[in-house]
């Protein structure tokens, strides 16, 4: 089948490749001349596992190719698919102006029988006003339909090739069987292919993502309390999880949530509420509760030092918003490391890939250590933000012998704190009894 996808990012270029590798001829469209180019040259602009052999190898069978010019790829497209950015507008809610430019870059070259396809996360009510859109620019029907995107950055091509469902919002039969065909190949375990309204499938992703960030805010403002009474948040999870109502799965404690998803899905939803006189309490409180989830680091630091961190020198493990992936939008890290800068500190840092995505943003203002153990030189503290697997097992007495105090401030509940304080550490996580520091 003739694809294709304008907005090569995250999701774009995931979803086209691996339409590619399932047979289809695909073209992946971006205005972004430099990332075209560097695509085309089978350089990939974004670390994702597994995704630089898939475009290599895709591009060379000749079933994935890469351009800025729309009018060239769009005229024999069965489906066009519309994954480009739907980022946040001052009031929460989301901004569409990238996707009304895109959708009028495609309305003149569409084929008649065309299916604009929306993989974008767009508010309730977006797929419709492209309908009337395309209605206007075009002089006549064109079919669209709603397809989220529910992969995760990091294990992207693993979740688009076994996806727990497909969802697709559409408004007629048809429209759902070209997308069915499409998806077939990555459907035979038996996982579901889900067809809805477009409204549906539209809030479908949104209530996804706000009931994936509840679930982490509630565990985090759970995690402070027990830190305050004498109780750990650890024993707690097991005590809750085992419950089958209640499960395991996204309820660990940390330093809130980032991202390009959650942080802005979750006040799109708020705005839609409130256009729609609906009061969302929950939503708000969950945004609230992670925008302070993202300082707690902070104050625990600045607690240790009795309020005087300038001069100091702290070392910070992990950048990106999660691991595997180089994304720092939103990212706890990029906070902390505003606090820090604030309050006079000296920061040296390391991340496996996103280290120069955060060189972009501040320049000389940090140190960037090619190791994790190169940060902690004439480091006072440590202070853990990402959870990637190389910070899992370190080998504590170089940590020690290092760092200028044996200190860990981690954000991610890496270690067993009985543990680390056995061997001399003074060790501070998240919602834990034994946080002494
Ligand atoms: N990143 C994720 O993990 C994820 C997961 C699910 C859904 N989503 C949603 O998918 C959408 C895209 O997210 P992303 O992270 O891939 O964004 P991104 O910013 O990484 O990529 C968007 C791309 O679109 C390109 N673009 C902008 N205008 C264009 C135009 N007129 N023509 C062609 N290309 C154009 C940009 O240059 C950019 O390369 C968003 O709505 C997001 O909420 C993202």
Redesign the pocket.
């Given at each position: 089948m003739k694809i294709v996808m304008?907005?090569?990012?995250?999701?774009?270029l995931v979803t086209g490749t691996c339409f590619a590798d399932s047979g289809n001829d695909v073209t992946c469209?971006?205005?972004?001349a430099v990332?075209v180019e560097r695509l085309q040259r089978g350089d990939i602009p974004i670390y994702e596992p597994g995704l630089v052999e898939l475009v290599v190898r895709n591009s060379q069978a000749g079933r994935l190719k890469f351009t800025n010019n729309?009018a060239e790829a769009v005229p024999d497209a069965v489906c066009v698919f519309l994954?480009?950015?739907?980022p946040q507008r001052d009031d929460g809610s989301a901004d569409l102006r990238?996707l009304w430019?895109?959708l009028e870059?495609i309305a003149p070259h569409l084929g008649k029988d065309a299916i604009v396809v929306i993989?974008?996360?767009?508010p309730v009510g977006t797929n419709a006003e492209t309908a009337r859109r395309l209605r206007e620019l075009t002089g006549r029907e064109v079919h669209v339909a709603s397809n989220p995107?529910?992969?995760?950055?990091g294990c992207a091509i693993e979740d688009f090739t076994k996806p727990d469902r497909v969802v697709v919002g559409v408004t007629c039969p048809e429209d759902a069987a070209v997308l069915l065909e499409l998806y077939k190949p990555f459907l035979r375990t038996e996982h579901p292919f889900l067809t809805m309204n477009l409204e549906s499938a539209e809030m479908t992703k949104y209530v996804a993502n706000c009931l994936l960030a509840t679930k982490i805010s509630f565990i985090n403002e759970m995690a402070n309390i027990c830190e305050k009474v004498g109780a750990d948040i650890n024993h707690v999870r097991k005590g809750i999880g085992h419950d089958q109502r209640i499960g395991f799965a996204f309820l660990f404690p940390g330093v809130g949530y980032g991202?390009?998803?959650f942080p802005k899905?979750v006040r799109a939803l708020v705005n839609v509420a409130e256009r729609n006189q609906i009061a969302p309490r929950i939503l708000e409180a969950v945004d609230r509760v992670n925008e302070a989830q993202k300082e707690v680091l902070f104050q625990k630091l600045n607690q240790h030092f009795a309020g005087n961190l300038a001069g100091r020198t702290v070392a910070i493990w992990g950048l990106a918003f999660k691991p595997r992936t180089d994304d720092i939008r939103e990212a706890p890290a990029l906070v902390l490391i505003d606090r820090l800068l604030e309050a006079g500190a000296i920061i040296r840092v390391h991340d496996p890939v996103a280290m120069e995505n955060v060189r972009k943003i501040y320049g000389s203002k940090l140190t960037y250590c090619p190791t994790p153990y190169e940060t902690l030189d004439e480091s006072d503290v440590l202070a853990i933000l990402t959870e990637w697997n190389e910070f899992r097992n370190p080998d504590f007495q170089v940590i020690r012998k290092k760092l200028r105090s044996p200190v860990i401030f981690d954000g991610r509940n890496l270690f067993d704190p009985a543990k680390m304080h056995e061997i001399g550490f003074l060790y501070s996580g998240i919602g834990l009894e034994s946080n002494s520091i």
């Open positions: 304008i907005g090569t990012g995250y999701v774009g469209v971006d205005i972004d990332k729309t994954a480009v950015g739907t990238i430019t895109a870059s993989k974008s996360t767009v995107e529910f992969l995760k950055e991202g390009s998803c899905d």
